[in-house]
């Protein structure tokens, strides 16, 4: 997808620079170049406009950007992407945009959120890239986006979803510790640390400290006997996407490993 908006952008910039290029050479010549950059703005399958670099006012607008905004292309021509953008998401945008102007960068990317016509947020993929030559005075930019909300929709639901799978782990009445394969602790939950401070086990709060369970010295040779079973596919823990393994630990446990406390 953001391929796919920095690609679109660099090929209607050139197009449109070729077509500044050629305008002194025929009259002929110039009709054919705008008529190739109109087709190519017209047809992309992203958001493409071409916006006034003094004012932010929309000059041309195709109908995929004016999809993604809930407007025609003919209501968004005269209205500026200021007005469009939402207010927490406007001061990084027009910091980016200070830059464009003044020569420090030839374009700019970031994801924000526009107000769509009938009010909700729509997130884009911005992808915005300067029009004018060199040094010479900054006339017009283009704006290339893609609609995103979906993804930032199911990225939100799998934090929500991550919050609420470790709010219930921490509310276990056993120990939960995740590693990953090599044996790198990544989370232990309250039960694991009340076991640790209470002097349940003297290992297990070397382990904590260390973070590292498989290393020389790390921790009892007798846990990481258990995570090997582990890694073995044996009782005592589960499997979890990504790779991820899971060791219970209750006081029980350790006592019947005869871990030393």
Known sequence: ????????????????????????????????SEERFRALFNQATVGVAQVDS??????RVNQRYADILGYSPQELVGMTFQSLTHPDDLAADLAHFR??????VPEYRLEKRYIHKDGHEVWGDLTVSS???????????????????????MEENLRANEQRLRS???????????????????HANTRVHSLAGLGVHRALRALLRGGLLLS??????????????CLAGQSGCAELPGGLLLVALSVGDLAALGLPH
């Open 1 to 32: 997808g953001s391929l796919l908006v920095a690609h679109t952008g660099a090929v209607v910039r050139g197009e449109r620079a070729g077509a500044l290029g050629r305008a002194e050479l025929s009259e002929e010549a110039r009709r054919e």
């Open 54 to 59: 003094a004012t932010g006012r929309f000059v």
């Open 99 to 104: 830059r464009l102007q003044s020569g420090d």
């Open 131 to 153: 029009m004018w030559a060199s040094g010479s005075t900054p006339g017009y930019h283009i704006a290339v986006v893609q609609d995103i909300t979906a993804r930032k929709r």
């Open 168 to 186: 219930i782990l921490e509310r276990l009445p056993m120990g939960l510790m995740f590693f990953d394969t090599a044996g790198r602790l990544l």
């Open 216 to 229: 020389a010295g790390s921790g009892d040779v007798r846990l990481q006997a258990l995570f090997r079973q």
